[in-house]
Structures are given as structure tokens and as C-alpha cells.
């Protein structure tokens, strides 16, 4: 294992969405993540549990019962080695457990106490249940997205769950465990997908101030309003994008297109007409193959899966395989610790007598601990 967080120890309470990809990110980078995994584990929107969790790569698993009266102290004893604890429950809920930030400061004032919720620790919502979908619409960041005249189109759940959520967690945890090791002192982070959201549509608000960025959704320069930064469907109904914003890489675009297609704001309901019917015209391919590596800033539109077998991303290996499983590999790239996977999932509860003897628990106690039920 290696990575810029090798020698970092973090205990990852289980949860869902978000707080797995922040455990991930930060594994991925070289921290040990020790993931609590409970004796009956959440299932999925489907009512099933995966048999694949690729956002559970990289950890190690112990199963506590933290209703057991020697869950919670079980878990404490981690916490007095540990840099960081994450957690994705509602407010109040680690409190109950007894595994609240107070209690685990007191154990180890150095911790970085990591709290990932949709809305908040608190505000009127913040008991309230939600998901990406309600957080970014409250953020201001999902009605812009969207074309003209048509309904906000949610963005997966990439924009609250991962990016301003997860991500963001990730960054906080990092920062507060820097900020203890310069002052011996840990701190509680506050990560609310809500702020997230909010966050990375900052350049919304600066536009708007400026004076350009227009209201209605799908008018602006990069909401589909403009015609050069657009997706365009080819012959073999699959798609291209375009993103030729400033004059030059229009003209490159124009040029490799051999039409002079005007680029004025009054010109774009013509010129979007132009490009749709040029670009039905041929093959999602042919098109790659006038138009890739040029400055039209031109890609083509991949699935999930075409992606992984695009000759950039095959060259910088964006894209590995782990445990057969084919998956995005670690990112950003460290020229000297490069980050790298430790494992694939592990199912609950594989590492869990591992875990318990190397973070300071001894034998007889990890034994007294199977015998009561508190762990497994």
C-alpha cells in the first residue's frame, strides 16, 4: 500500500452513497479505513445487498454491534488510535449509540470527527429525510441544468452525493487531520451535501453577478444555449459533444467541418440547425476520426463501458481492474506516493480479529468480545 495518507488511520462508520466514496477516496490515497460494518447490513433501494461494492474497495471490515453494551466501547478503543472517524447518520443518532463527537474527543483530542448528512447538523430540515435529488434542487444547483423550456434534469446523483458531498467530506477529513497535527487538536466537520451543492455551482453566482448569466435555463453559454457547446446525435444514433467556446477552437471547428457556421448570439437557433443536420450526416466514428486531438474541442459521447476501452484512458489507465472487476482507478495522481487499491470489497466482518489485535485490543479480550455477541 501506498499514497500521500500512508500511515493515516480512519474508522469508517457504515452508511450509504456518499460516505463509502469518501472512505474510498481517502483509502485509495493510503490511509488504513477500518469500515464498522453492523450485524445486519443496509440494503439497497432494490431490498438486496450487492455481491460487488465497488465504492467498498480498499478497506478492511470488522462487524461491531453497536446496540451490544460493549459495542460502543469496542469501537472507542479504535478511536484512541485512530486520526479520523466518519459517519452518515442523522443528527443525533451517533450521540444515541454513545459514539457521539464528545465522547470521542474526549477519548482522543486529536480526532477529526467527520459528520456527512444531506441537509446539515442543523436548520429546520435537518431531521428531515432527503436524497441528491432534494438537496441539489434546494442548493439552487439543479434548475439550471437543463435545456430550454424543458424541466431541470437531475445529474445522476454526481453534484450532492459524490462531488459535494462525498469529495468534499474527503477534503475535510484531510484538512482537520493537518490542522491536528500542527496543534495537537481535532476538530468536528460539518459536511452537508446541501452546502456542497452549493459550493460547486459558485461559478453560477459569479456569472450571475457579472451580468452573464441569463435566468432562463438552456440560454447561457454552457447550458446548451450555445450551439458550439452542445451534444449532437451522428447517422448511427450515437452522439458527439462539442465545447468550442472561444473564437479560435470555433474557427478550428468550423474549419475541419468545411462550413462557416457564425457564432453571434443572434446567429445560434441557425447555426444549431446547421450542426445538427452536419453532424447526422456521419458516423459517431468517422467524425472521431476528422475531428479527435484537434483544438475543435471535440469528444465523443461514450457509455460507461466504451469508455473503459478509449485508447487515452487505456494509455493513462484511468480505468483498472480489481478483483476482475472493471472500475475508475485512483485519482489525482501523485508523481512520488501514487495512490493505489488495497483490496476489493470485503464482505463484513473478513477482517475483523485482524483489525482488533493491530489496533492495541488483546487476545483474550477479542475472544471475550466474540463470546458476548458484540462483535463477529
Not at 3 to 26: C, K, S, V
Not at 210 to 235: C, F, H, K, M, Q
Not at 346 to 358: F, Q
Request: charged share 20%.
Amino acid at each position: 500500500m501506498s499514497g500521500p495518507l500512508e500511515g493515516t488511520r480512519i474508522i469508517e462508520i457504515r452508511a450509504m452513497g456518499p460516505l463509502p466514496f469518501a472512505g474510498m477516496l481517502l483509502s485509495d490515497m493510503g490511509a488504513d479505513v477500518v469500515r464498522i460494518d453492523r450485524p445486519v447490513q443496509p440494503s439497497g433501494a432494490d431490498g438486496t445487498t450487492p455481491d460487488v461494492e465497488v465504492l467498498g474497495r480498499g478497506r478492511r471490515s470488522i462487524i461491531v454491534d453497536l446496540k451490544h453494551s460493549d459495542g460502543p466501547e469496542t469501537v472507542l478503543s479504535l478511536v484512541d488510535q485512530a486520526d479520523a472517524l466518519i459517519e452518515g447518520f442523522r443528527p443525533g443518532v451517533m450521540e444515541r449509540l454513545g459514539l457521539g463527537p464528545d465522547v470521542c474527543r474526549q477519548r482522543n483530542q486529536r480526532l477529526v470527527y467527520g459528520r456527512m448528512t444531506g441537509w446539515g447538523q442543523e436548520g429546520p430540515l435537518a431531521h428531515a429525510a432527503g436524497h441528491d435529488i432534494n438537496y441539489i434542487s434546494l442548493a439552487g444547483a439543479l434548475e439550471p441544468i437543463g435545456r430550454r423550456g424543458e424541466a431541470p434534469v437531475p445529474p445522476l446523483n454526481l453534484v450532492g452525493d459524490f462531488g459535494g458531498g462525498g469529495m468534499l467530506m474527503a477534503f475535510g477529513v484531510v484538512c482537520g487531520i493537518l490542522r491536528a497535527r500542527a496543534t495537537g487538536q481535532g476538530q468536528v466537520i460539518d459536511a452537508a451535501m446541501v452546502d456542497g451543492a452549493a459550493l460547486l455551482s459558485t461559478f453560477v453566482h459569479e456569472m450571475s453577478a457579472t451580468g452573464e448569466w441569463a435566468p432562463e435555463r438552456g440560454t447561457n453559454l454552457i447550458d446548451t444555449g450555445a450551439p458550439y457547446y452542445e451534444v449532437y446525435e451522428t447517422s448511427d444514433a450515437k452522439y458527439v459533444s462539442v465545447g468550442a467556446l472561444e473564437e479560435g477552437f470555433h474557427d478550428v471547428l468550423t474549419e475541419r467541418l468545411g462550413v462557416a457556421i457564425p457564432r453571434d448570439r443572434a446567429s445560434w437557433p441557425e447555426a444549431r440547425r446547421q450542426f445538427t443536420t452536419l453532424f447526422a450526416t456521419k458516423t459517431r466514428d468517422e467524425w472521431c476520426d476528422l475531428l479527435e486531438g484537434s483544438d475543435s474541442c471535440f469528444a465523443p459521447v461514450l457509455s460507461p463501458e466504451e469508455a473503459r476501452a478509449h485508447p487515452h484512458n487505456r494509455a493513462r489507465q484511468t480505468f483498472i481492474e480489481v478483483g476482475g472487476v472493471a472500475q475508475p482507478g485512483p485519482a489525482p495522481r501523485f508523481s512520488d506516493t501514487p495512490g493505489s487499491v488495497r483490496c476489493p470489497g470485503a464482505a463484513p466482518g473478513s477482517h475483523t480479529d485482524e483489525v482488533l489485535a493491530e489496533w492495541g485490543l488483546s487476545t483474550p479480550k477479542i475472544a471475550a468480545l466474540h463470546g458476548s455477541g458484540a462483535v463477529r
